[in-house]
């Protein structure tokens, strides 16, 4: 399965739009990219999958570009409540594997 | 429609107990996950069920560990013989098909502390 590489933090404010950006480089032509949000003592969340382009719903959207090299999840508006920490995975069916995930902070 | 479901949400076992955690998956749902969440880490692949068949183990420990997912019931792991190393928060995880476009729903997890 593809690595993905994503930054360890960031840091918003209220009301502001937030991209997180993921790459895999060697993510395979089977493979979907799918992301989860994860509360403290909570199981993960799906937020949303895709293949390539872009994919929107009522969270986030997810930005994939021709090459399916990387990824962008995008958050418009975010509140307090979505400071979590957010795992990109390249998913092959089975099993997922986590990387380390990007903890998003959200200030106001 | 109920979530996964695990139980019991908090474990406590002293060392050289045995631990069992168990998940019930979502309804309709056919397929388990099993992660593990040591502090401050990513979660963990351990073992992945369909009913009475284990798919994939690559993530289990050889000793100590092991998984079923019966015909009829929850799917239960179980560890022999806990260490204080084995303390971590154990998540299940379910899809209905196990294909690539499958979401796993996962449970709120079990934390076991080791004493």
């Known amino acids: 399965l593809a690595k993905t590489t994503q930054p360890i933090s960031m840091d918003s404010y209220e009301g502001q739009e937030v991209n997180i950006t993921c790459s895999h480089n060697?993510?395979?032509?089977?493979?979907?990219i799918t992301w989860y949000q994860q509360f403290p003592s909570q199981g993960p969340r799906f937020i949303i999958q895709?293949?390539?382009t872009k994919v929107t719903n009522e969270v986030a959207s997810l930005f994939i570009p021709a090459d399916r090299k990387s990824s962008t999840l995008s958050l418009p508006r975010v509140s307090l409540s979505d400071t979590a920490v957010y795992y990109c995975?390249?998913?092959?069916?089975?099993?997922?594997?986590f990387g380390q995930g990007t903890e998003l902070s959200v200030k106001p | 429609n109920a979530g996964v479901m695990q139980n019991p949400r908090h474990l406590v076992r002293r060392r050289g107990q045995e631990a069992r955690l168990r998940c019930s998956p979502m309804?309709?749902?056919?397929?388990v996950y099993w992660y593990r969440q040591l502090p401050e880490e990513g979660l963990k692949f351990m073992v992945y069920?369909?009913?009475?068949?284990?798919?994939?183990e690559s993530g289990m420990p050889k000793e100590r560990f092991s998984a079923e997912f019966p015909k009829e019931g929850p799917s239960i792991l179980r560890i022999q013989q806990v260490v204080r190393g084995d303390s971590a928060a154990y998540f299940c995880?379910?899809?209905?098909?196990?294909?690539?476009?499958?979401?796993?729903?996962f449970g709120p997890g079990t934390r076991l502390t080791v004493l």
């Open positions: 995880a379910s899809s209905p098909r196990g294909d690539v476009t499958d979401t796993q729903y």
């Open positions: 060697n993510i395979a032509t089977n493979d979907y």
């Open positions: 895709g293949y390539k």
């Open positions: 995975l390249v998913v092959g069916g089975g099993k997922l594997i």
């Open positions: 309804k309709g749902h056919s397929h």
């Open positions: 069920l369909q009913k009475e068949n284990i798919i994939d």
